[in-house]
């Protein structure tokens, strides 16, 4: 036999703390609500947003697309596509080199394979200093340090990555599981054993797929980087948008979207492999 439902006012007099503690909650939710809409409507203020000059924008850019249709190469197809074949390289050889260089370093960031808080926290903080600094910076810094060009590209998208792969990996290497590493340690093994047998095999398929999500994001970072004199495509972007070459920079955008898509579209059923593989061995 049900119990009959109490009075609401019993309740709360039965159970006050409850009532006060989902009442508290309430009010402090809708006071942080409250706040963040008075911080947006602050640096809207700040920042000098303006309905007017935005709609005035948008037609701006609606004329500039005119300007685009159709898409034309001209003369400079080849020229294109070298610079999207450089860009794709700098992608690919600074991702490669920040996740070698970062590989080592994460084991002396992971708490499993460093418990030692003294040695574990510096690593972890000068990783922190290089991945607090953006992609472009790194660029602008190794443009005057070693010239113009694809090579500067290479190692601002290394270093920026150095600092992500190392956390990343870290991380991953944190949350492999503990059993594996405990019995190679059981049966002899020394530490070396333990990070080569133990440990690698459950974190490789994981470091593979994020090595592959940053060849593709890259493509888009080293296109970036370009304009500022680091080579490829955003290089040729950067001038054909200073003279006024719409169709040619409509030309150049959508390459580097097919570019993106097809890096996509591979990366994934990489990804997919290495994770079926990896599932089958653990099987």
């Not at 113009?148 to 991953?172: C, N, Q, R, Y």
């Not at 340690?185 to 994020?210: D, W």
């Not at 970036?224 to 290089?235: R, S």
Request: with cysteine.
């Amino acid at each position: 036999m049900t119990q009959p439902i109490r009075n609401p006012g019993q309740l709360v007099a039965q159970y006050p703390e409850l009532f006060q503690a989902a009442h508290t909650a309430r009010i402090r939710t809708v006071a942080l609500g409250v706040a963040a809409f008075a911080l947006f409507l602050f640096g809207c203020w700040y920042l000098d947003f303006s309905l007017d000059r935005l709609l005035t924008g948008l037609r701006k850019l609606g004329w500039f697309v005119t300007l685009m249709i159709p898409p034309d190469p001209g003369t400079s197809f080849s020229t294109y596509l070298v610079a999207m074949g450089e860009t794709l390289s700098i992608a690919f050889l600074g991702t490669l080199l920040a996740a070698l260089l970062a590989l080592p370093v994460s084991l002396l960031a992971a708490r499993n394979v460093i418990p030692s808080v003294f040695l574990r926290f510096p690593v972890r903080r000068f990783l922190d200093s290089i991945r607090g600094i953006d992609t472009l910076i790194w660029a602008l810094v190794w443009i005057n340090v070693v010239g113009l060009g694809p090579f500067a590209g290479v190692l601002a998208i290394a270093t920026s990555d150095f600092g992500a792969f190392g956390k990343l990996f870290s991380e991953a290497i944190e949350g492999a599981d503990r059993k594996q590493v405990e019995g190679i340690r059981a049966s002899g093994g020394s530490k070396l054993h333990e990070i080569r047998f133990g440990l690698m095999p459950q974190v490789l398929p994981v470091l593979a797929g994020q090595i592959l999500y940053f060849i593709e994001s890259n493509t888009r970072s080293a296109t970036i980087i370009g304009i500022v004199g680091a080579g490829g495509i955003g290089l040729q972007l950067a001038e054909q948008i200073r003279v006024l070459e719409w169709q040619k920079v409509s030309t150049l955008i959508l390459m580097i979207l097919v570019a993106v898509a097809v890096i996509d579209f591979i990366s994934n059923r990489l990804r997919f492999a290495i994770i079926g593989r990896a599932g089958e061995a653990r099987v």
